[in-house]
């Protein structure tokens, strides 16, 4: 085989893997964001105290030469988990009452909630993870 | 924008280096298609002499490495190149003779090297492990240090070459040779970090959120500070708004960000929507400097006459939004809201003072209280108490005020208890009338408590009070349930005799089918809500809600599930022995409900012991034994019953076990306030001067229509002065004997002082006391109604995890 043909051969690989790498290595990002997730959330995903809001997920999309994690499931809970909520007062419907750990309530006074940066947190650790992933990918072309 | 679209993590992969690579297998295919060709001439000639010595040369090589090769040894021989170890030592100074003649002892020399693994030139010679290593390893820095060179060019030169000039095209023409010559490692090329760089990695939405959010806020501020800028100097807005449109060159727009806060929010350009839709500058300050009504108009005009959608909606949103920042600067102006650290903290000062100069009663309530309290025995017998008179001479000592000052206020504050009594509106009189017809005049507790009960129950049976959300829950659980049922498999295989929907040992769960576990979560779900809802109507109308809640799901759920079970094949007693396991399971039985009442009943009564423990201490000692023994018999009704029969010899109110309170109706009032409110987001104005801030609490209360308003504030100043500027303006804002306006603009200027950052005060609804205890007790005699505590204060939920 000659010099030529060995390099031309190296660059398909190198094709391969700019066409494959991302969606490999993206499952990195979104098992940090995941993780970085259940940490924030206890485990499941929803707020411990607004149930009702439903769970946070992620999703990964993946196309030929990208891949991407974005948040999924309840915006509601990522909203808060990546950006706080500042205090508020929840009213239940005329003639209705909230179902509080205090009993029935016509209005709650709900203090604000820190940033997390659920997202933006997990994202950073995974794209390093997904960083090193591909480096090691990359030193294997061609051996 | 997408909401979603802003926030997310992303790998890209572009591919600028296999393009290179290419380009590099096109040149050394060029180099080995077209080998050299040389003319011969004198030189050459003289060249070829020269190699002819050359290979007199090699062949003395090829002898002594024969030579050397026979003395290494077959094994090393095998592996080692011999050619290259008699050149190795060449280079150290022997010639070819020394190196035949010596054959023997060098040979051996160089089996004690290879068995000592040398490396370097010698050891790739010698075919050491480390000397190959070495050699593999210089093939490789051969790769890298071409390949870093490429690296060291920017991507776009390396896109964009078309050929091999220039400082790129040399590295690559430097990579085609050393690929023909077969002295690139693949392995090599990859283990080199400057191909990979060529594949970028972007990372997208991480930092860029709280970048845009502070962008956003400073948009909105910029605009204002303009807008407020040219009021004050008195210039006309509309050239200043046109003006800054030229100079910035641009109509800006902030887009909504995620979650519909500044989080992701950004700050667009609009220019491309005004310029379709054919407007200058001038025009469209023109058209904001007209108002609402004006851009109103314009967008139905161009709407009307086919303008291109997305334009028109940003324009109208730029113009809605330099509206907005116009009308915040005109407000801001017009209140001359210039307040200062010193101001606020003068305004501070002056509030608290006013609270203790102009409000006495605040100062000394209870002694206001107790002249209350006489000032209404005289009008009842013309008697005045000895406690009252006491109380108004405190009050004329600490404050300098007169007798009739200090009565004047006393009977504002009875006016205010009649008034806030009687604003408890119409479900409070039924509730009363109720009690009167129980019969006003009962002694005895017990009977209180039934004919009390029974007043309840028919307001209840009048009252919005209903648990609407947590019912839809229960019902959402009824529902889970028999869903959860249906999706049994193999229902005819049921053996109804064994069936047990909520198995409650290991051995029931072991191997339980996942249809079967469904149901029992769904059990399990349904009991929870049930119970919550129980808890719920225990807290809010105690024992009788309870009992009658807990009936309630009894009856429900013998009603309804019966005919289920028959339905998925069980006869009618397995269908009855189901249901009655159900019912029990959920806590429903009748004894279930009777011993949550009697731990109820006792442990009301256990604090309402420990609560006089020390008026018991100083009763007679017979009432204490007789108190204690029943204790100790654990019957703690009985000894709260001996306690009361001793207040009440006394002359004391005995003591009522929490029954009931009503808080529908002035809870409901409150809220229907709110909610005719929360839409119109009231502004209160802020001003140093009380005036404006009247008019705008007039206006404000017009607004609402609401006579007394019952409104708080919620701020996130210093908790101290929230509290006392909440209180003040509760009196105020609800007792029709004070001036409305005159106390609550203070307060409303002071708080807005404090919080001059955030001139915009929420008005939100408290709570407020509930006054029927003093109504209630004037009512019936005997009867105190404790009002829940928590119906005073709002719960505040720490956080969200």
């Known amino acids: ?34 993780a970085q997730l259940r940490r924030d959330t206890g485990g499941d995903g929803s707020l411990s105290r607004g149930r009702k809001l439903g769970r946070a997920t992620t999703s990964v999309r993946r196309k030929r030469g990208e891949a991407e994690v974005v948040p999924s499931g309840s915006r509601n809970v990522w909203g808060i988990l990546q950006g706080g909520t500042s205090a508020h007062v929840v009213r239940a419907k005329r003639g209705g009452f909230l179902a509080t750990p205090y009993g029935p309530r016509r209005q709650v006074h709900v203090s604000g909630a820190p940033a997390r940066h659920t997202f933006t947190e997990g994202a950073a650790t995974g794209i390093a993870d997904a960083q090193r992933d591909m480096e090691r990918r990359w030193a294997q072309l061609g051996s | 924008v997408a909401r979603d679209a802003e926030l997310k993590a992303k790998i890209t992969a572009d591919d600028q280096a296999s393009k290179v690579f290419d380009k590099v297998a096109d040149k050394a295919d060029d180099l080995e298609s077209h080998p050299v060709e040389m ?28 030579a050397l090769g026979r003395a290494l040894g077959p094994e090393l021989a095998g592996k080692a190149d011999p050619g290259a170890i008699v050149g190795d030592l060449q280079r150290m100074g022997l010639t070819l003779d ?174 491309n929507a005004i310029d379709n839709l054919g407007l200058t500058y001038d025009e469209f300050a023109a058209i904001v400097g007209q108002g609402q009504g004006a851009i109103d108009s314009w967008a139905a005009e161009q709407a009307a006459a086919g303008a291109d959608a997305l334009s028109l909606q940003q324009a109208t949103e730029a113009m809605n939004q330099e509206l907005s920042a116009s009308k915040t600067a005109a ?14 903290r003068a305004a501070d000062q002056a509030m608290a003072e ?37 109380a108004l001479n405190r009050i004329i000592a600490a404050t300098g005020m007169t007798a009739d000052e200090v009565f004047t206020a006393a009977q504002g504050l009875l006016d205010d208890t009649a008034d806030a009594a009687g604003e408890a509106a119409e479900a409070q009189q039924e509730m009363a009338d109720a009690v009167d017809e129980a019969g006003v005049a009962m002694l005895d507790a017990a009977a209180n408590s039934e004919a009390f009960s029974e007043a309840l129950k028919r307001v209840n049976a009048n009252s919005s009070l209903d648990f609407g959300q947590m019912a839809q ?16 498999e193999h229902k005819s295989k049921i053996d109804w005799s064994n069936f047990d929907i909520t198995p409650d040992e290991y051995s029931e769960l072991k191997g339980m089918p996942d249809t079967l576990a469904a149901v029992t979560d769904a059990v399990s779900g349904m009991r929870g809500s049930i119970q919550s809802e129980l808890q719920a109507a225990f807290d809010s109308g105690g024992i009788d809600a309870y009992t009658e809640k807990a009936t309630f799901f009894r009856d429900q759920v013998i009603d309804q599930f019966p005919a289920k079970f028959a339905a998925m094949g069980a006869s009618t007693e397995e269908a009855a022995a189901q249901t009655q396991a159900l019912v029990a399971d959920l806590g429903l039985l009748p004894e279930d409900v009777e011993i949550m009442i009697q731990l109820t009943r006792e442990e009301e009564a256990r604090n309402a012991l420990d609560a006089f423990s020390s008026v018991i201490a100083g009763m007679p000692t017979d009432v204490q034994v007789a108190i204690n023994t029943a204790i100790a018999e654990g019957d703690i009704e009985g000894a709260l019953a001996i306690l009361n029969d001793q207040l009440i010899h006394a002359g004391h109110d005995p003591i009522v076990l929490p029954i009931d309170a009503e808080p529908a109706p002035a809870e409901d009032a409150v809220a229907g306030f709110v909610d005719d409110t929360e839409g119109e987001n009231p502004v209160i104005p802020v001003d140093a001067n009380p005036r404006d801030a009247e008019r705008g609490v007039s206006g404000f209360v017009d607004d609402t229509e609401a006579e007394k308003p019952v409104v708080g504030i919620n701020s996130n100043v210093q908790e101290a002065v929230r509290e006392m500027l909440t209180i003040r303006l509760l009196a105020a804002l609800l007792s029709p004997t004070v001036n409305i306006f005159g106390d609550a603009s203070q307060a409303i200027a002071t708080l807005n002082a404090v919080q001059r950052l955030e001139p915009r005060v929420g008005v939100e609804a408290y709570l407020r006391d509930y006054p029927t205890n003093a109504e209630i007790a ?24």
């Not at chain 1, 660059?11 to 979104?30: H, K, M, N, T």
């Not at chain 2, 000394?364 to 209280?369: I, R």
């Not at chain 2, 005997?782 to 204060?793: C, E, K, T």
């Open chain 2, 331 to 344: 407000h801001d102006a017009e209140q001359g809201l210039r307040l200062t650290e010193r101001s606020v």
């Open chain 2, 39 to 66: 003319e011969l001439d004198a030189e050459v000639s003289g060249v070829l002499s020269a190699l002819d010595q050359v290979a007199a040369e090699a062949k003395q090589t090829a002898e002594a490495a024969e």
């Open chain 2, 354 to 390: 006013f609270v203790l100069a102009a409000d006495p009663v605040k100062l000394m309530p209870q002694d206001f209280d107790k002249v209350a309290e006489s000032l209404a025995r005289v009008h009842e017998n013309g008697v005045a108490t000895q406690e009252g008179t006491d």
């Open chain 2, 98 to 271: 020394q190196i035949k003649g010596n054959a023997d002892e060098l040979g051996a020399k160089m089996r004690e090297l290879s068995e000592s693994d040398v490396g370097g030139k010698l050891g790739s010679s010698l075919g050491t492990t480390r000397g190959k290593m070495d050699e593999l390893r210089g093939s490789a820095d051969q790769s890298r240090s071409v390949l870093a060179n490429l690296a060291g060019n920017s991507v776009q030169d390396l896109g964009s070459l078309g050929g091999v000039a220039g400082g790129a095209g040399m590295a690559l023409g430097q990579l085609a040779e050393y690929a023909t010559e077969g002295n690139i490692s693949l392995r090599g090329l990859a283990g080199v970090a400057g191909p990979m760089a060529l594949v970028s990695v972007a990372i997208m939405g991480i930092q860029a959120g709280m970048e845009s959010m502070a962008k956003v806020k400073a948009f909105e501020k910029e605009q204002v500070k303009s807008w407020t800028e040219a009021i004050q100097e008195g210039e006309d807005a509309v050239t200043v708004l046109a003006d800054r449109l030229r100079e910035a060159g641009a109509v800006k727009l902030e887009q909504e960000g995620l979650f519909g806060n500044d989080w992701f929010g950004r700050i667009i350009d609009a220019n």
């Open chain 1, 1 to 34: 085989v000659s010099g030529a043909a060995d390099v031309r051969a190296f660059a398909a690989d190198v094709r391969r893997f700019a066409d494959a790498a991302p969606g490999e290595s993206i499952a990195a990002v979104d098992e940090a964001i995941t």
């Open chain 2, 473 to 488: 829950d229960t019902v959402a659980s009824f529902d889970s349930v028999k869903e959860s049922l249906d999706g049994i």
């Open chain 2, 778 to 801: 004037a009512r019936i005699g005997v009867i105190r109604v404790p009002v829940d505590a928590y119906l005073r204060s709002e719960p505040r939920i720490t956080g969200l995890r």
